[in-house]
């Protein structure tokens, strides 16, 4: 089991970052696939940034370019930089981990709030 916790989230004006932790615990995470996703309210949750075990990074068309998603192993935590922030990328942000051996072995955070004013 590997039990994933988010924080770092926030109020922060439009063209403000901030950085989002996951700390993960119970099991390394040095062979699973780590990830961010997001849900705003009314709207369904949807994938923001993914970083493999091989660190190889992909990113959703809304935020490339401006989110930069990272992970440290020897600290079990992934981390999303979040820059030039935008109202709609107002949301709570989850924390996901699969395993590279099966789609089975997968957490969810609890999620942590990122509001952006305008």
């Known amino acids: 089991q590997v039990q994933l916790v988010e924080s770092g989230g926030g109020l922060v004006q439009a063209g403000g970052s901030l950085r989002l932790s996951c700390a993960a615990s119970?099991?390394?995470?040095?062979?699973?696939?780590m990830g961010w996703y997001r849900q705003a309210p009314g709207k369904q949750r949807e994938y923001a940034a993914s970083i493999s075990s091989g660190q190889r990074t992909n990113y959703a068309d809304s935020v490339r370019g401006r989110f930069t998603i990272s992970r440290e192993n020897a600290k079990n935590t992934v981390y999303l930089q979040m820059n030039s922030l935008k109202p709609e990328d107002t949301a709570v942000y989850y924390c996901h981990a699969v395993a590279d051996w099966t789609d089975d072995d997968e957490y969810w955070g609890q999620g942590t709030q990122v509001t952006v004013s305008s």
């Open positions: 119970g099991r390394a995470i040095s062979l699973y696939t």
